[in-house]
């Protein structure tokens, strides 16, 4: 098993970034394609963002390329999502997820929490 847990999100107003932590336990982490999805109120969860195994690989989402940049640091268990020029539509909770293959869809192994993230006009 992959226990996840997510961190940083909070209420900021339009316009400023944001950074998300989602940290794992045991060794088995940098065999994970790791993802980012959120879900907002009355919506399906949907994806953000997602990292390969090694970090050289990138996959965004349209709503947030050029905007979000996900990162990894598989010596440290942790997988990143750093969001700037933040919009109110990306408010929602986002949840870290571990999958063995990339997916755009919300069909991961494992899932943190959730963290929420607020953004105000």
């Known amino acids: 098993q992959v226990p996840l847990v997510e961190s940083g999100g909070g209420l900021v107003q339009a316009g400023d970034s944001l950074k998300l932590s989602c940290a794992a336990s045991?060794?088995?982490?940098?065999?994970?394609?790791m993802h980012w999805f959120r879900q907002s109120p009355g919506k399906e969860r949907e994806f953000v963002a997602a990292?390969?195994?090694?970090?050289?690989?990138?996959y965004y989402a349209d709503s947030v390329k050029g905007r979000f940049t996900i990162s990894r640091n598989n010596a440290q268990n942790t997988v990143y999502l750093q969001m700037n020029s933040l919009k109110p539509e990306d408010t929602a909770i986002y949840y870290c997820?571990?999958?063995?293959?990339?997916?755009?869809?919300?069909?991961?192994?494992?899932w943190g929490q959730g963290t929420q993230v607020t953004v105000s006009s």
């Open positions: 997820a571990a999958r063995y293959v990339m997916t755009r869809t919300p069909t991961a192994d494992y």
């Open positions: 990292v390969s195994t090694n970090a050289y690989t990138t």
């Open positions: 045991g060794r088995t982490f940098s065999t994970y394609v």
